[in-house]
Structure formats: C-alpha cells, structure tokens
C-alpha cells in the first residue's frame, strides 16, 4: 500500500513569486491535512480537506490556499511568497473518520524563499 | 484554541526510562496522539489516547487524564535510534478533525 505522496521534495523561490505543492493520500483516504513545519514554531496546522471541501482552517493569511480534487489528491498554494514562508510543509492523509486511525505524514516539501 | 505545552529538550541513558510530559486546554477534545519525528523525516504515529487511562504497545505507552488535561508518553529501555522529537497532538472536534500539535520535545539519548 502505497504511502502518501508529496511533491516536489524540494523548492527553491524568489521573494514575490508563487509556488504549488502537491499531495496524494494513501488510497481511500478522503480528508488530506496540511502542516507547515518551522523549527521555531513547531507544526502548525494550515488547513484540511475532506471529499473536496475544506473542513478547517487555521490561523494563516489568505496568500495560503488550498485544494483538493475528486481522486482526493491536494495542492496548496501560496501566492507573494515571503522570507517567512521558508518551511517544511507537510501533508497528512486519513479515512476521514475522528478514529484511532493515526494520520500519515508524507515525506514533505522543503521550500526555501530566497 | 488550544495550548499544548511539552518540554523542549530531555537527555536520558541508554537502557532506562523516560517520561514526556504533554499538557493541553481544548474546547472539544477528541483525541491525543503521540508522533515520533527523526530529523529530516517525516513524523511517525506512535499512540492514541481518546478515553483516561494507560495504552500501551511494546515499549511505549501513553497515558491521558481528561480531566486533568494531561498526558504522557512513556518509553523503556530506551535504545540509542529513540534520539528524535517526540510531538504531541491534540484533535478538538468543535474545529473539525485536524490536529494541533505541540512544539515537540528533543529526546537525546546517551550511551
């Protein structure tokens, strides 16, 4: 059973661009998380999606957004990219259920803002 | 919102025991968990705790107290690859499924 997918591993982008990640769930998984990982702020919740709704949101600006598509594959997007944004963003995939079913993390996008 | 406080960093020797605290304040709790994090990999699922009491599975345990809004994570005969962060989360069902984690806690382990 394949795990869940992100890509591209790593991101290189100038000040003021955009960027898309992308994130494909363990298969049957409906609901698809994202996370933004600093060393200073820990994971912090970015929002999450469930059979192409967005379920919740957290405390981030708009230039952050996000999707997710009818084969429950997710993108983010993040538009006017700052210094700040420089991350580790993870994507977590689950059943969709409040279950004992742990949410599985993919191995991450690295995104350096230059 | 929620708090979700651990300490930052712990050493402990080979072959004991160690106890991470997690402490938390949510509205609708509906379920802690404990993820294991090597550097530069992606968090693990260790354990699940929804209702008080001790879980546990081989060496690590979790315990949870609702009511006092805490839990810990216990782990035994620690071994020299336990050295990670160890990240605890909570799911608040008033904000839908996802999970608020904690800072994580840096567990060295030592010869």
């Known amino acids: 059973k394949a795990g869940v997918t992100q890509t591209p591993r790593y991101l290189i982008k100038t000040r003021g661009q955009q960027v898309t990640l992308s994130c494909s769930p363990i298969?049957?998984?409906?609901?698809v998380s994202w996370y933004q990982q600093t060393p200073g702020q820990g994971l912090q919740f970015l929002f999450e999606?469930?059979?192409?709704?967005?379920?919740n949101k957290g405390n981030f600006p708009g230039r952050f957004s996000g999707r997710q598509f009818s084969n429950s594959r997710s993108e983010m997007n993040v538009s006017t990219l700052e210094l700040g944004d420089s991350a580790l963003y993870l994507c977590?995939?689950?059943?969709?259920?409040?279950?004992?079913?742990?949410?599985?993390f993919g191995s991450g996008t690295r995104l350096t803002v230059v | 919102g929620q708090n979700i406080d651990q300490p930052t960093e712990m050493t402990a020797t080979e072959g004991a025991i160690v106890q991470i605290n997690c402490t938390y304040q949510?509205?609708?709790?509906?379920?802690l968990f404990w993820y294991q994090q090597h550097a530069g990999e992606a968090p693990t699922f260790l354990s699940y705790?929804?209702?008080?009491g001790l879980e546990e599975k081989g060496r690590f345990s979790s315990f949870l107290s609702r009511s006092k809004g805490y839990s810990y994570l216990l782990l035994k005969e620690l071994q020299m690859k336990d050295s990670a962060s160890y990240l605890c989360?909570?799911?608040?069902?008033?904000?839908?499924?996802?999970?608020?984690f904690g800072k994580g806690t840096s567990l060295l382990v030592t010869p």
């Open positions: 977590a995939s689950n059943p969709g259920q409040a279950s004992s079913y742990g949410y599985t």
């Open positions: 298969s049957g998984h409906r609901s």
């Open positions: 999606y469930f059979s192409e709704t967005q379920r």
């Open positions: 949510t509205s609708g709790f509906n379920g």
């Open positions: 705790n929804v209702l008080d």
């Open positions: 989360a909570v799911r608040d069902g008033d904000s839908g499924y996802a999970l608020n």
